[in-house]
């Protein structure tokens, strides 16, 4: 049975929400017999988009796209902006971010401070694994490679040019025992490793402890970044004072 997780993607669902208050207000529109101007409307089909995702459970920052998305792009086409420009943008989001939309999980970067928290619970005498779930420019993995040097460290990222960029760091920087791959965590095994680190997003944890609970040894230790996993208190926290007030959540399998 798959662990990966079955609703239809906000970013999907959110399209469909802006489509149907575009059919919407132009019903209204037209039943009317108003005439208003492309951003009124703009603002028009906006309002109904917020309003419709209101009502589907989308999170709050989602109402602000879906009320921003039409009038940002009335405004953007009265600029004569070139539209070379939103297809390069277009070409450099779908590098960074690929299936964010679809896993909702974000590019994040963690901090020194977590690099160094999370040094501080790896072996120092003996060799150990570790695999960083979503291992973006490969920060993590670079940075302990240095630090615990008798570690393997793996890494998987999705993303193609955040893994481009951090299989060039590892490659050209001398880092032995550290390696990235492209492709899911869904579809890794993580028995393999004594460590597992994840820095990911409130949505996948449930599947994700799920998943960890299945695969991974007795006595391996799983690592969240800041995201707790729901009705499953941690056996350790580490509190990180960086910018983002970072956590550490702790459980030993």
């Known amino acids: 049975m798959s662990l990966r997780p079955k609703r239809i993607p906000p970013a999907i669902l959110a399209l469909l929400l802006q489509f149907a208050a575009f059919i919407l207000a132009l019903l ?12 009124v ?41 070139p539209p070379a420009f939103f297809l390069v943008a277009f070409l450099v989001m779908l590098a960074v971010y690929w299936s964010t939309f679809r896993t909702q999980v974000p590019l994040y970067l963690s901090s020194n401070k977590v690099w160094q928290a999370l040094e501080s619970r790896l072996p120092a005498d003996q060799p150990f694994s570790l695999i960083d779930l979503g291992s973006g420019i490969g920060g993590v993995l670079t940075y302990l490679a240095q630090k615990r040097p008798l570690g ?13 960029w951090s299989w060039l760091r590892i490659r050209f920087g001398g880092h032995r025992d550290c390696s990235v791959h492209w492709g899911s965590f869904w579809d890794h095994d ?26 991974m040894r ?3 230790l799983f690592i969240s970044n800041t995201f707790a996993v729901p009705d ?12 983002h007030q970072s956590t550490l959540f702790l459980w030993r399998m």
């Open 28 to 39: 209204a529109v037209r039943l009317s017999g108003l005439q208003p101007t492309p951003l």
């Open 218 to 220: 007795p006595g391996s």
């Open 190 to 215: 993580l028995s393999q490793y004594d460590v597992v680190f994840a820095y990911l997003s409130p949505v996948p944890m449930k599947a994700l402890w799920e998943k960890a609970r299945n695969e």
């Open 41 to 81: 409307f703009a603002l028009f089909c906006g309002a109904l988009a917020a309003i419709l995702s209101r009502i589907a459970g989308l999170a709050f920052w989602w109402l602000l796209i879906q009320f921003a998305f039409a009038p940002a792009l009335v405004l953007m086409l009265a600029l004569h902006i």
């Open 152 to 164: 393997h460290y793996h890494g998987i990222e999705s993303a193609p040019l955040p893994f481009l």
């Open 232 to 243: 499953h208190p941690p056996q350790e926290t580490i509190s990180v004072d960086d910018l």
